[in-house]
Protein backbone atom coordinates (compact mmCIF):
# COMPACT_ATOMS: atom_id res chain seq x y z
CA UNK A 1 0.00 0.00 0.00
CA UNK A 2 1.15 3.72 -1.01
CA UNK A 3 0.54 6.18 1.43
CA UNK A 4 0.49 10.03 0.75
CA UNK A 5 -0.08 12.94 3.29
CA UNK A 6 -1.36 16.47 2.37
CA UNK A 7 -3.24 19.15 4.50
CA UNK A 8 -0.22 20.39 6.34
CA UNK A 9 0.71 24.20 6.41
CA UNK A 10 1.08 27.23 8.71
CA UNK A 11 -1.73 27.93 11.16
CA UNK A 12 -1.78 30.15 14.18
CA UNK A 13 -1.59 28.71 18.06
CA UNK A 14 -5.19 27.97 18.57
CA UNK A 15 -5.98 27.23 15.03
CA UNK A 16 -6.75 24.53 13.00
CA UNK A 17 -5.96 21.83 10.52
CA UNK A 18 -7.23 18.62 9.06
CA UNK A 19 -4.25 16.05 7.91
CA UNK A 20 -5.37 13.54 5.25
CA UNK A 21 -3.70 10.16 4.10
CA UNK A 22 -4.66 8.48 0.79
CA UNK A 23 -4.21 4.74 0.68
CA UNK A 24 -3.82 3.69 -3.10
CA UNK A 25 -2.24 -0.45 -4.11
CA UNK A 26 -4.43 -1.74 -1.53
CA UNK A 27 -7.42 -1.49 0.71
CA UNK A 28 -6.88 0.14 4.39
CA UNK A 29 -10.05 -1.92 5.40
CA UNK A 30 -7.66 -4.78 7.02
CA UNK A 31 -4.65 -2.75 8.33
CA UNK A 32 -4.31 -0.40 11.51
CA UNK A 33 -3.41 3.07 10.94
CA UNK A 34 -1.33 5.53 12.29
CA UNK A 35 -0.08 9.03 12.56
CA UNK A 36 3.13 9.76 13.74
CA UNK A 37 4.77 12.86 13.90
CA UNK A 38 9.15 14.09 14.23
CA UNK A 39 10.88 17.02 15.02
CA UNK A 40 14.99 17.15 13.35
CA UNK A 41 17.26 15.45 15.34
CA UNK A 42 14.17 13.60 16.98
CA UNK A 43 12.63 10.26 17.19
CA UNK A 44 9.64 9.89 15.11
CA UNK A 45 6.90 10.26 18.17
CA UNK A 46 3.42 8.34 18.22
CA UNK A 47 0.34 10.46 17.71
CA UNK A 48 -3.18 8.54 17.50
CA UNK A 49 -3.97 5.30 15.69
CA UNK A 50 -7.04 3.13 15.05
CA UNK A 51 -7.25 -0.43 14.15
CA UNK A 52 -9.18 -2.18 11.68
CA UNK A 53 -12.20 -2.88 13.92
CA UNK A 54 -12.60 1.13 14.01
CA UNK A 55 -13.60 2.47 17.84
CA UNK A 56 -12.39 5.86 19.10
CA UNK A 57 -8.63 5.59 18.60
CA UNK A 58 -5.78 5.59 20.77
CA UNK A 59 -3.33 8.97 21.24
CA UNK A 60 -0.70 10.24 22.66
CA UNK A 61 -0.82 12.22 25.93
CA UNK A 62 0.35 15.48 23.99
CA UNK A 63 -2.37 15.48 22.18
CA UNK A 64 -5.02 13.64 23.80
CA UNK A 65 -8.57 15.75 24.03
CA UNK A 66 -7.02 17.95 21.34
CA UNK A 67 -6.59 15.53 17.93
CA UNK A 68 -9.10 13.48 16.63
CA UNK A 69 -8.43 10.22 14.41
CA UNK A 70 -11.03 9.19 11.70
CA UNK A 71 -10.85 6.05 8.73
CA UNK A 72 -13.06 6.20 6.27
CA UNK A 73 -12.40 2.86 4.57
CA UNK A 74 -14.66 3.38 1.63
CA UNK A 75 -12.73 5.99 0.51
CA UNK A 76 -9.54 4.39 1.50
CA UNK A 77 -8.42 7.55 3.77
CA UNK A 78 -7.82 8.25 7.31
CA UNK A 79 -7.48 11.59 8.72
CA UNK A 80 -6.20 13.69 11.87
CA UNK A 81 -8.43 16.60 12.77
CA UNK A 82 -6.02 18.68 15.24
CA UNK A 83 -7.55 21.51 17.14
CA UNK A 84 -5.68 24.03 19.57
CA UNK A 85 -2.87 23.53 18.07
CA UNK A 86 0.52 25.40 19.99
CA UNK A 87 3.74 25.55 18.59
CA UNK A 88 5.20 22.52 20.10
CA UNK A 89 2.84 20.42 17.97
CA UNK A 90 5.06 21.67 14.91
CA UNK A 91 6.79 18.59 13.10
CA UNK A 92 6.84 17.04 9.75
CA UNK A 93 3.72 14.59 10.46
CA UNK A 94 3.51 10.86 8.97
CA UNK A 95 0.89 8.43 7.85
CA UNK A 96 1.59 5.06 8.46
CA UNK A 97 -0.31 1.16 8.20
CA UNK A 98 0.42 -2.36 9.24
CA UNK A 99 -1.60 -5.41 8.39
CA UNK A 100 -1.10 -5.91 12.64
CA UNK A 101 -3.66 -5.69 14.67
CA UNK A 102 -1.31 -4.83 17.27
CA UNK A 103 0.88 -2.17 15.46
CA UNK A 104 -0.82 0.44 17.44
CA UNK A 105 1.79 2.83 19.16
CA UNK A 106 4.50 1.06 18.32
CA UNK A 107 6.47 2.49 15.20
CA UNK A 108 8.73 -0.56 14.37
CA UNK A 109 5.19 -2.01 14.10
CA UNK A 110 4.10 -0.16 10.75
CA UNK A 111 5.69 -1.51 7.28
CA UNK A 112 4.23 0.81 5.18
CA UNK A 113 4.92 5.31 5.46
CA UNK A 114 4.13 7.91 3.72
CA UNK A 115 6.05 11.45 2.75
CA UNK A 116 4.72 13.50 5.32
CA UNK A 117 3.45 16.79 5.82
CA UNK A 118 4.59 19.37 7.59
CA UNK A 119 2.81 21.09 10.41
CA UNK A 120 4.09 24.60 11.27
CA UNK A 121 2.19 26.73 14.10
CA UNK A 122 3.02 30.05 14.79
CA UNK A 123 2.18 33.64 14.40
Known amino acids: VQLTESGGGLVQPGGTLRLTCTAT????????MGWFRQIPGKEREFVAS????????DYGDSVKGRFTMSRDDAKNMVYLQMNSLQPEDTAEYFCAADLSSSAGRLRGKYRYWGQGTQVIVGS
Open 25 to 32: GDLINTYT
Open 50 to 57: ISWRGGNG
